[in-house]
């Protein structure tokens, strides 16, 4: 067996030999892949900067390959949140060995609250710097995307992880999403996630792992990616406007945003409502999603508030809902339409 010695680790079997010694055999329904390379390994926990004295929350460890590297790098405590039960034995082969410094959790990091998992002391200040606290995770490409969204959220309401203050995140996703977590304006892979997630993070990704790294070897290659919240979102609203109005607006990606724009209004009302927003917004309303810039969806969804502030039924409107539920949106479309446009006139 090969032998791999850690600064608090006693010597264990090597990952590979983990696998085969639990006759772990990767699932394909959790998206398993492995890393064995420690080099890359290693290089993925640098990412995540100094966490020496820290605390780190490992997301789908697995064999443990990942938490080992975090452990050789002395934080002062590792939690580890997997859902696979087979994992056990050798996740807590690495808790004995680890004299205390790790936490297993079997569950679901879909459904984890981290609100009480960090000591109190260790809070930093919202516009501090970020806490010596640090997400991890090599994930399935599944869960990340929607564990991203989901901690954006969680970042925009200072909740979960983000209690302590800008707790930074180290994730990997397959290449193709790694770049269109960093897409700017203009580029080809500029979409939803770019603009959700750059409204709340400074977002680098770091390098792109060859999918032969991985056992077994997965279709794509993987990017690793950095998050660490903005101090200020630039489009300071609540989260569920943004993802409402990035969401529609780039629903017709290829087309004028106007289109997009309509959908967020009842049907009798789309085009005048449409019209309003955008002039409130100065945007022009023939420019292509991926050509907005952040300060335009910014000055967009404000005026999507703004409008919705005058009816807040509007907020619940969404185009995509059952013939049945639509209905219910006839009231509105009609009190809307006998609005005078002397009224509407008040928002410009
Ligand atoms: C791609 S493997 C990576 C394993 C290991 N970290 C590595 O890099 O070799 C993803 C891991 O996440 C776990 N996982 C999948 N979905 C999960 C979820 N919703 N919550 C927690 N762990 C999950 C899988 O069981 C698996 O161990």
Same mark, same amino acid.
């Given at each position: 067996m090969g032998v791999e010695v850690a600064v608090r680790l006693p010597p264990l079997p090597s990952i590979r030999d983990i696998i085969s010694l639990y006759k772990i055999n990767a699932l394909r329904k959790l998206s398993q892949n492995f890393l064995l390379d420690t080099r890359i390994i290693d290089r993925i926990v640098k990412t995540a900067g100094r966490i020496e004295d820290g605390y780190v929350c490992e997301v789908g460890p697995g064999p443990g390959g990942i938490t080992r590297s975090i452990l050789k790098r002395n934080p002062r405590r590792v939690i580890v949140i997997e859902k696979d039960k087979r994992f056990l034995p050798s996740l807590e082969l690495l808790a004995d060995a680890s004299q205390g410094h790790m936490d297993i959790i079997l569950g679901d990091v879909m459904s984890y609250?981290?609100?009480?998992?960090?000591?109190?002391?260790y809070c930093k200040p919202w516009d501090g710097p970020p806490p010596n606290i640090h997400l991890i995770g090599n994930l399935p490409f599944n869960v990340s995307t929607p564990l991203i969204i989901k901690w954006m959220k969680s970042i925009s309401e200072k909740n979960s992880a983000w209690t302590y203050g800008r707790t930074k995140m180290t994730l990997t996703f397959q290449k193709e999403v790694a770049e269109r977590l960093v897409a700017p304006i203009s580029s080809d892979q500029r979409c939803r996630l770019s603009v959700m997630c750059q409204n709340w993070c400074k977002i680098t990704h770091k390098f792109t792992i060859p999918g032969?790294?991985?056992? *077994? /070897?997965?279709e794509v290659d993987v990017g690793v990616v950095h998050f660490e919240p903005l101090v200020q979102p630039i489009i300071n609203l609540p989260f569920e406007i943004v993802e409402k109005v990035v969401r529609c607006i780039f629903s017709?990606?290829?087309?004028?945003c106007v289109r997009g724009i309509e959908t967020?209004? *009842? /049907?009798?009302i789309r085009v005048s409502f449409a019209k309003e927003m955008y002039e409130i917004a100065e945007?022009?309303?023939?420019?292509?999603p991926f050509r907005l810039n952040l300060e335009e969806f910014r000055r967009l969804c404000e005026a999507y508030k703004l409008i919705c502030d005058r009816d807040p039924r509007l907020l619940k409107y969404n185009h995509r809902a059952s013939k049945m539920e639509l209905e219910e949106f006839e009231d509105l479309n009609n009190d809307l339409l006998s609005c005078n446009n002397e009224e509407l006139g008040v928002l410009k």
């Open positions: 609250k981290m609100d009480k998992v960090f000591p109190d002391d032969t790294a991985f056992l *077994p /070897k997965p017709f990606r290829q087309k004028y967020l209004f *009842p /049907k009798k945007v022009n309303p023939q420019t292509q």
